[in-house]
Structures are given as structure tokens and as C-alpha cells.
């Protein structure tokens, strides 16, 4: 019973943080403080009431208008909230009721608001990056010299801040080189910097399984990118924001990165 209010908890944190996700990214990449003033309409700047800022809910019952101007509320904003909740609650599921579900949540939360203002910006910003990636060293550091289990959410070992920083290194180091040799041989940037640090922060969440992340991510992103390109007769120099698909691959694989890797032995022992 105990485990089921908490695990409903997270959900409920998720909820509320998806608000608060929602004005980090339409605030932050244009320099506005997230803090004040409050929630308000974009069209008017009327104040969302307190009883309007209800994750999801709000949105159905305004039927995705704003009370005082009628504008349009796009279902951004209700998905945002869904998916951090949904992110929140697999986080607790995944590593149960313990400071690693909560270091899990806070690294999923981050992925959603960075896949947003990427996908509006074609950016990932250096102060949200670095925040998470100071957030993994400080996690791995305290595993490392204390008996908190954290990160890397992938590992259980003894050595968990050596894991973190070969996440990093994998992480970052790798994509870091690849994106060189790629400008150095094409002539132009084919992997862009923000991704690069972004990997290297994920590795500190999910030591050397990074490598899994990317893989993941880099074949998703490149199923799109065919298909987009093919859609919009752009040939397949279409540009299109690849930390969505890194932070897609983050997330997969804290939950499931093991097991993936595990299954694939199996298979690769078989044959």
C-alpha cells in the first residue's frame, strides 16, 4: 500500500513539473526568467489562474482555449505534462522507491525539456546541459564514497564514479571525434557541439551503455530524417534536431539497457 502512494506520488510530482517544464522551454531560450512572473496567456498575458493550472486537466475542461481571450492553447502543452508524468512514474517502476528512481525522474525530466527546445531552437542550451551534467558527477561522486546507490542508473558496482566518467568520456569523447572527422572530411558540421556535450552528460546518468543510447538514437534519427527528407523533397541534406532522438535513447536505455545488451548475447551466443 505504502509503495503504491509513493509510486502515485512520483506520477503526481511529474504531473506538476510537465507546468513547469512547459516554461522552461518556452521561456528560456528567449532569456526570460522561469521564476516571475507567473503563468500567464501568451496572447493576452491575462494570469492562468490557479484552478487553470491543473496538468492536463485544465486544458480538457478550458476545451484548449484561455479563459479571458478565447486563444488557442496548443496540445503541447497537456503532451509535455503527460510525458513528464508518464516519465516520473516509469522512473519510480524502473528503480523503485529509492534516491536512484529520483535521480532517474530528474534525468528524464531534463531529456523532455531539452527534446522540446530543441525541436523549437535547434539548440541545446550549455546551461541546462551543464546543470544536468554537474547533477550526474556530484550523483556519481556520493555513490562512489557513500553506501547511496545512484548512478550510474545503469551499473551496481563498486566503481560507480570510474563508470560515470568512462560514460563521459565514451560519451562525449566518442561523438566528439566522430563530429570532427565528419566536418573534416565533408567540409561542414554534420553533428553539432550541443549533442556532443549532451552525450557526454548522459554518460555520467548511464556510464558506457552511452554507446547503446547513441546507437539508438542515431538510428531512429536516421529512419526520420530518410522519411522527412523524402516527404519534403529536401534530399537528404534536410536538416533536422538530433538531441529528440539522443534523449529518446537516454531514457531507453536507463530502463532497459542491460537488458537489451543481455538479450543480445544471448542471441549473438546462439548463433
Known sequence: MLENAAITIFLLVGLLLGSFANVVIWRFPRGESVVSPGSHC???DAPVRWFDNIPVLSWVLLRARCRDCGAAIP?????VEALSGLLWLSAAIAF?????ALLAAI??????ILTFIDLDTMRLPNPIVGSLAVLGAVAAAIAQFTAVTAVPLTYDGDVPLVMAGLGLLLGGGLSGAVAGGYALIRGRSGFGMGDVKLLGAMGLFIGPYVLLALMAGSLVGAVYGVVSAARASAGLTHKIPFGPFLALGGIVTALFGPVIVQGYLSIAALG
Request: glycine share 6%.
Open 42 to 44: 501568451p496572447a493576452c
Open 75 to 79: 496540445a503541447r502543452y497537456p503532451l
Open 96 to 100: 523503485g522507491l529509492t534516491p536512484r
Open 107 to 112: 534525468f528524464f525530466w531534463v531529456l523532455l
